[in-house]
C-alpha cells in the first residue's frame, strides 16, 4: 500500500492497529513502512515516529526483522535519511545470511 502514497490515505485506519505493540514486530516494521509512505512526506511526525522505530528493529534480536528494517528503509529513500548513522552501525555487524541478502537487493 505505501507504493501508492497519499492515494493510500483511507487505508491509514486500517494499517495503524498492526504498529502497536501487540503486533508482531516484523508485522509492525512493513505496518509503519507503510504509513510513512503514504503519509510520511506530510507528516513529518509520522516519519520521525516511524525512523525512531526503524532504528531501534535494527538491533531486534531477529534476523527477519532486521533485514525487513532495511528493505523499509530503502523503501523510504531519501526520507530516511536521518537513519544513515543507525543504518551503518548495523552493517558494521556480523550479518545472517537472509540479511546479506536483503542489503543486496535494497
Known sequence: LGSFGPVALP????IEPLTGKDADQ??????R???ARIQGAQDRSI???TLTFLD???????PAVRAST?????????????????????????????????????
Open 33 to 35: 513502512v507503510a504509513i
Open 56 to 62: 531501534s528493529a535494527l538491533s531486534s534480536n531477529e
Open 47 to 49: 516519519l520521525r515516529q
Open 26 to 31: 516484523l508485522v509492525q516494521v512493513h505496518a
Open 11 to 14: 487505508a491509514i485506519p486500517t
Open 70 to 106: 532495511v528493505h523499509g528503509l530503502g523503501q523510504l529513500g531519501r526520507m530516511a535519511r536521518p537513519s544513515v548513522a543507525a543504518l551503518l552501525g548495523y552493517l558494521r555487524r556480523p550479518l545472517s545470511e537472509i540479511e546479506r541478502l536483503q542489503v543486496a537487493i535494497s
